[in-house]
């Protein structure tokens, strides 16, 4: 009798835990799917978001730019990978972008956007990227939205930690994922605790125009340098490196290289950095690298090789270089808008260790080492730490911050995103995501002043949260309101490739442009108006000097090339109108198309191989008349003396 | 001084911001042009509000067989400065004699001449929008594209919205100055004039001259 009730009690309670979760479910639904979070994202046809957002692409290699809070995707900007859609990579003026000492490397994948800063604050002018393969750093203008510079990174393998700006982009930093032999050589793979480094690079950004340049390297024991983040406010002059595999292993990582109870973040004081170079402790080191920047004004790239680097030794120069023991692999390592606080996110661990930058100055200053390695002394963890948030979640992986002095921590494992308040190190909310949240991402939430209002969850699994589509799913970017006590969900929508790091901006800060002049137009190969349209022949290199203007190309007939010609159409748009390019497609071609935006020129390699007499066209939409944006140009064997003319309508050119 | 002479020298001085501010302008609105294409004429140039206006509205005139508009081919651009430095030396000399008739005369001449400018816009005008290539890509029936002389009027799909800028405002509201300095004028007798304008003997002189034509 006694166990029938008790069968029916427990009977009772979990029906009723069923219904009310059942009940929980569907409010929570409802809540996702409300009126209020619709409205909240809705951005009323012809109205412009409020902010700005650059997800990185990951393994697509490209940059794609958000509006928030539509998540409406305006634009994929191809940074380290081709993109036969715009012709970069193809035409002959982006293709010394991807040049690098390895030659014309066509792909990268691509993690950490990175805006420019001003006094701690996104200035909008540039965003940095880093490419993580084959090491990079590249710089996207953010008044043409258009990759103008990209240096390689020597000493380097696997550029994860970076690019990361110092709060007035003095510097954006470059620290290698992978050890790799130092300098560069053939060794026994176990030959690694001898023969392998890790370096961290810091390129000098020009606060002018923005061009980079490495200005030095430090040498570090061969970790596994992750991820990074420059100090602010107080902490400004400071950069910090987490690193997992301090053990120093070389296979079976994911074994070998989780035994130690606590790795390190690096602390690199880089003022002294500058103090020692200034001093002449910098080592002059070969190291072959290219650098290649693009002009806007000859609108096209050039690629030079670089030489050299200066490479400090930590040993030497006492100071430069500290290391905070930082429980279980920490992943990121995130800076409070204060710079007081150091988040070290171990993603093997459930706590979250947040190091004090004062405590760290206060056992510098009484020079309490736990012990050194190659020179570099470590702090006591129990000197450094500022405080743990306990068990908030499993894997914590990255923090950003909001401006009232909340932090928001993603965790990969447990899949959520936890605020928790920085400094009372409580836990205030936390909210799923869908799924195994990756980077976070608070419209300048990892500046002095985060515009906090917006969080984007990057998350790396999707599964059934969309129509699939066969057995590659897309990642998603999760959108949610922090402008109250407790997160809310909002929307979320797919991203191009896998996002990693993203940054936000108010759009108000960007100043983007609409033409380029064509009266400034340097191009070598520019014709700036019709009359100067032609066709020149220097042996088998024929240059075309082709113009676009709505609605004909100019010359739009062309004879006289011949088999085995390598054929340049220079096409210069002569067009000064906001959102009129032109596109120039020619049959046969091997490479792409162009794209060519108002007053700008673009060049593309034709090498006819058959005879006979082949349309080009414009492939943009251009104008009413733009099917009739046509032309032939007529190929003749090698040995026919058919002369070289080219014409438009009557007027024979 | 005196308040015609003020209004005289008023008069001559605004016609000078003719060289700054247009006098006119053609506003195009369409869809696809949500900032408007805007045409400014000046005395001596014709521009937009962007480097690429001209040739911008050039593109879209020759889809119907309009020719383009070549400043370099107009002459009133390279002579309308003389006309203008011209009659604000006259206003100027006005103002000095400050004689009823003289400054009548001032603003009838200057009215004249708007007039006959009106009336060349307007030639001009009828000549881009009726004058068209037979080998317009687009070619409709009875259909011309001759732009308002003032006012607005729907041409194909854009709107076109010609008014004066703010030279042109400036060339009307010197005349009604002038006219203004005329009638103040001609209610104050030229005796009381005299009497008055003691502090300026040399137009003093002038006046008792001109009274004594």
């Known amino acids: ?653 | 001084m005196q308040t015609s002479r003020i209004l005289m020298i008023g008069a001559a001085v605004l016609l000078l911001t003719l060289f700054i501010f247009p006098l006119w302008q053609i506003t195009l609105i369409a869809p696809q042009y949500p900032d408007g294409v805007v045409l400014k004429i000046w005395i001596d140039k014709i521009g937009g509000n962007e480097p690429g206006t001209l040739q911008n509205i050039n593109i879209l005139n020759h889809y119907v067989g309009m020719k383009p508009i070549e400043p370099e081919s107009i002459p009133e651009l390279s002579y309308l400065k003389y006309i203008v430095i011209v009659m604000a030396t006259l206003g100027l000399l006005a103002a000095w004699i400050n004689r009823k008739m003289v400054i009548l005369g001032w603003a009838v001449l200057l009215l004249a001449l708007g007039v006959l400018g009106m009336y060349d816009f307007y030639l001009w005008e009828y000549d881009y929008g009726h004058n068209l290539d037979p080998n317009a890509p687009i070619k409709i029936e009875g259909q011309a594209y001759q732009p308002p002389l003032i006012g607005q009027k729907t041409l194909l799909n854009f709107l076109a919205k010609s008014y004066p800028h703010l030279g042109g405002m400036a060339m009307f509201t010197s005349m009604i100055l002038a006219f203004l300095a005329y009638w103040i004028k001609n209610k104050t007798k030229d005796y009381e004039t005299a009497n008055t304008s003691n502090a300026m003997p040399v137009a003093d002189g002038m006046l008792a001259q001109a009274q004594a034509d």
């Not at chain 1, 129990?382 to 979640?393: H, I, P, T, Y």
């Open chain 1, 1 to 653: 009798m006694l166990s029938k009730n008790l069968f029916q009690a427990v009977m009772t309670v979990t029906l009723l835990s069923l219904v009310a979760c059942g009940q929980q479910t569907s409010m929570s639904g409802a809540g996702v799917l409300g009126s209020d979070a619709a409205s909240a994202v809705y951005v009323a046809p012809g109205e412009y978001d409020e902010f700005y957002a650059f997800f990185s692409g990951g393994f697509s290699g490209q940059l794609a730019v958000y509006g928030l809070p539509s998540g409406r995707l305006f634009k994929v900007i191809p940074v380290f990978a081709v993109d036969a859609e715009k012709g970069y990579g193809f035409n002959e003026e982006t293709k010394p972008l991807l040049n690098t000492s390895f030659g014309f490397i066509p792909w990268d994948d691509a993690h950490h956007p990175e805006l420019s800063q001003t006094n701690g604050e996104t200035d909008g002018r540039w965003i940095f990227i880093n490419g993580n393969n084959t090491p990079r750093v590249a710089r996207v203008d953010l008044s043409t939205f258009e990759t103008v510079e990209i240096i390689e990174i020597p000493n380097s393998g696997g550029n994860h930690s970076s690019p990361f700006t110092t709060e007035n982009t003095e510097y954006v930093v470059a620290g290698t994922r992978f050890g790799v032999p130092y300098p560069q050589q053939d060794v026994a793979i176990d030959s690694y605790a001898e023969n392998f480094k890790g370096m961290l690079t810091f390129i000098k950004v020009d606060p002018e125009t923005g061009e980079m340049s490495i200005a030095f390297q430090v040498l570090l024991p061969a970790f596994d340098y992750d991820l990074a983040h420059s100090g602010k406010g107080k902490s400004h002059g400071w950069t910090f490196f987490t690193s997992y595999n301090t053990e120093q292993q070389s296979t079976l990582l994911e074994v070998n290289a989780s035994k130690n109870d606590k790795d390190f973040i690096a602390a690199v004081n880089w003022k002294e950095a500058e103090r020692y170079l200034a001093e002449g402790k910098g080592h002059d080191m070969p190291s072959e690298y290219m650098h290649n920047i693009y002009s806007d004004r000859t609108h096209m790239a050039t690629s030079h090789t670089r030489n050299s680097v200066k490479v400090l030794i930590p040993s030497e120069c006492p100071g430069l270089v500290y290391f905070l023991p930082t429980p279980k692999s920490p992943h990121g390592v995130d800076v409070d808008p204060t710079g007081e606080y150091i988040v070290g996110n171990g993603k093997l661990s459930a706590d979250l260790t947040v190091h004090s930058f004062t405590r760290m100055q206060e056992a510098i200053e009484a020079s309490a080492f736990e012990t050194e390695i190659e020179g570099i002394p470590v702090l006591k963890y129990e000197d450094v730490v500022g405080g743990v948030v306990e068990k908030a979640g499993l894997g914590p992986l990255h923090t950003e911050f909001d401006a009232k002095g909340n932090a928001y921590t993603t965790f990969f494992i447990s899949s959520e995103v936890v605020k928790w308040k920085v400094g009372s190190w409580e836990v205030i909310d936390r909210a799923p995501t869908y799924y195994s949240v990756g980077h976070l991402m608070i419209p300048g939430g990892d500046s002095r002043n985060p515009e906090g209002k917006y969080l984007v969850a990057l998350n790396k699994i999707t599964k059934d949260r969309y129509l699939p589509t066969g057995p590659e799913l897309c990642q998603s970017a999760q959108l949610f309101d922090i402008s109250g006590e407790k997160m809310k969900l909002l929307s979320d929508f797919p991203t191009v490739g896998e996002p990693h790091y993203g940054q936000g901006i108010s759009a108000s800060r960007i100043n983007s442009r609409k033409i380029f002049l064509i009266e400034e137009n340097e191009h070598p190969y520019a014709a700036k108006g019709e009359k100067d349209a032609r066709v020149e022949r220097d042996g088998d290199i024929v240059h075309v000097y082709m113009t676009t203007i709505r609605s004909h190309f100019a010359p739009d007939n062309i004879e006289g090339i011949k088999v085995g010609d390598k054929v340049y159409f220079h096409v210069t748009n002569l067009e000064q109108d906001f959102d009129v390019p032109h596109g120039f497609a020619v049959m046969g071609a091997t490479n792409a198309e162009l794209l060519i935006m108002p007053g700008q020129t673009e060049t593309l390699l034709w090498e006819p191989k058959k005879e006979g007499v082949f349309p080009f066209y414009c492939t943009d939409f251009c104008s009413a008349l733009h099917q009739e944006m046509q032309g032939y140009v007529r190929v003749s064997s090698r040995s026919s003396n058919i002369a070289l003319k080219w014409g438009l309508g009557d007027l024979p050119m």
